[in-house]
């Protein structure tokens, strides 16, 4: 008997397993798969190598869900059916998995699949791996050939030279496969086989079925062929760079189809870098300056996003401004006041970036009307990104050249009559501060910040307090002491009990950075005052903010001077009041009895 129940319950995990993945709840199986690594090693692996996997391998008609989780936890199983001696035993199921209708399931396999590919010895990989990716590249289904594509890449380095013939078969069969989801997924997947192909055998094999690629029919095949150009160009010589692949580069850049286009321009930098400095003056130039007047505006966009980097890598050093003054600048001007936001958005955030390549007289003669224009233009977003380089050009012309030309448009905009717009400046404050220095914030922008503290929109009230915080940390307690202390406490006189409100929310910002001496000395007093405002709101906010200035006070001062105060607010008539008083008296007396 005893025999009977151990043999039952050496097959519980199994029948538990079996009876979850039956189950109609699509939860309780997919949490089933998901406890799979538990279940395997209370099984061991002699039992998960001839029970589990194979009950796995059969069981692969599930949803989507469960199938998806199933791929990524065998892809972790090589120890649990005893180490890469025994992985290939999750080929099987994987396979399987590669095949099914679902995508990401099938993503998901080929991945788990590739990370094993690093278990296998290299019998194993051209035994069972390779004889795997075969079965799949020659599939009826394209779902399998769209998962062989993946996989070429991993099997190809530990293969022999023969079976290294068969595999580049099967991929150009692939790239020319009826169904477009598998050229597309061939497409995709050649620039990483190149980077690990022999160099006679990408120019032989794989630059004719690049050339092929580039020129499908489907735009979405062609687009993606575009990365292996990389790929590919960072292989070869100037000269069969410039005989093999730079006939077809132009012909994408100028391709009927703007996501072929939007492509070229979103990788053009890495092409410039494959191609070298000398193709890319004679060949790369003229192309990017068509991407740059491109008439699809997302082409526009992402060309103008490389703007920078570009005229950064052009060479020779001594011919690079020529090249970006005759060649760039006039496109970039046009860009500038482009119809579409989003290209101007783009070329704002890299613009100034131009100001060091370009050097100080030619920035001061060409780039600040456009950086002027841009703070100027109605998109909010366009003014942001020049604001937030304007340390790029700074370093170039120098604060005074800056101040007498962009700072102005700053200002005008810190006052604009949308409040977005002003809480976007308050925003980027503490860095145009550091890219100003002290003097210079002292005498331009001071006064603004203090203004914004009054401003009649609670969100810009709110933003300018934490922007003083940010100045404290930035600038030093002296700074604060002197600069900005006297000014707020200005506001605890003032008529509108907003501006008093206002007063205290500086406080409670201001007190942690400025430190306890500060704290003790000037802003607690006129936190006392305010317990007597005629504004109930005012009086109940006291006593959140002495809760938070509380650890920053000497226990004698809490004694003497503030719990008085917390003690008589206790009996306000307003409930509110009477509540928070309440709070911050624990708080003080917790400090006092410390």
């Not at 604060?399 to 102005?408: C, E, G, T, W």
């Amino acid at each position: 008997m005893a025999t009977s129940e151990s043999a039952e319950d050496s097959l519980y995990p199994i029948a538990v397993l079996i009876d979850e993945l039956r189950n109609e709840d699509v939860q309780l199986r997919l949490n089933s798969i998901k406890k799979l690594s538990t279940i395997a090693l209370a099984l061991g692996v002699e039992r998960t190598r001839s029970e589990l996997i194979p009950f796995l391998t059969d069981t692969i008609y599930d949803e989507d869900e469960v199938l998806l989780a199933l791929a990524e936890q065998l892809g972790t199983f090589t120890q649990l059916v005893g180490g890469p001696e025994f992985v290939a035993c999750l080929l099987p199921p994987l396979e399987s998995l590669a095949t099914v209708e679902e995508t990401v399931v099938r993503d998901k396999a080929v991945e788990s699949l590739r990370k094993l590919s690093e278990e296998h010895s290299k019998e194993d990989m051209e035994n069972l791996f390779v004889a795997m990716v075969k079965r799949l590249a020659a599939g009826d289904w394209f779902t399998s050939r769209t998962s062989a594509c993946g996989l070429f890449s991993v099997s190809y380095p530990k293969s022999s030279a023969a079976v290294r013939q068969d595999l580049r078969n099967h991929f150009r069969n692939l790239c020319s496969d009826d169904t477009p989801m598998v050229r597309r997924a061939a497409a995709g997947k050649l620039g990483e086989l190149v980077k690990v192909t022999e160099i006679e055998h990408v120019k032989g094999d794989f630059i004719p079925m690049f050339i092929n690629l580039v020129g499908d029919e489907q735009d979405s095949v062609r687009l993606l062929a575009v990365e292996a150009c990389v790929a590919i160009a960072t292989l070869l010589s100037d000269e069969d760079t410039e005989a093999l692949i730079m006939p077809t580069l132009r012909n994408c850049a100028e391709d009927k189809s703007w996501r072929v286009r939007y492509m070229v321009a979103d990788k053009f930098t890495d092409l410039q870098e494959a191609v070298g400095p000398e193709l890319t003056s004679r060949d790369l130039v003229p192309a990017f300056q068509s991407l740059l007047k491109d008439c699809e505006a997302e082409v526009r966009a992402a060309a103008s996003h490389k703007v920078k980097v570009f005229c950064e890598n052009l060479k020779p050093e001594d011919s690079r401004e020529q090249l970006i003054m005759v060649n760039i600048l006039p496109c970039v001007k046009d860009l500038v006041i482009d119809a579409n936001q989003h290209v101007k958005s783009a070329l704002a955030s890299v613009i100034m970036g131009l100001s060091p390549i370009l050097g100080k007289d030619k920035t001061i003669e060409h780039m600040l009307p456009l950086f002027l224009t841009q703070l100027k233009d109605e998109c909010p977003e366009v003014r942001l990104n020049i604001i937030s380089n304007l340390d790029c050009v700074n370093t170039v012309i120098g604060i005074q050249q800056l101040s007498q030309s962009l700072l102005p448009a700053i200002v005008e905009l810190a006052e604009d009559s949308k409040w977005r717009v002003r809480l976007a400046i308050i925003e980027y404050m503490p860095l145009l501060a550091g890219q100003l220095g002290v003097d210079f914030f002292d005498e331009k922008l001071n006064g603004l910040c203090m203004t914004w503290l009054i401003d009649h929109v609670f969100a810009i009230r709110e933003a300018a307090t934490n922007n003083l915080k940010k100045l404290v940390e930035k600038f030093g307690k002296d700074w604060a002491n002197t600069q900005v202390i006297p000014k707020i406490l200005a506001m605890s006189r003032d008529s509108n009990y907003l501006h008093r409100m206002t007063c205290l929310f500086c406080i409670n910002v201001l007190a942690g950075v400025c430190g306890p001496e500060i704290t003790t000395r000037s802003l607690m007093p006129v936190i006392v005052s305010l317990a007597k405002d005629n504004v109930a709101n005012v009086r109940f906010n006291v006593a959140k903010t002495i809760s938070i200035v509380l650890p920053l006070i000497e226990p004698n001062i809490v004694k003497a001077d503030i719990k008085p105060c917390l003690v008589e607010m206790e009996t306000d008539t307003d409930i509110d009041v009477k509540f928070y008083a309440k709070e911050a008296l624990a708080s003080a007396d917790g400090i006092i009895n410390k």
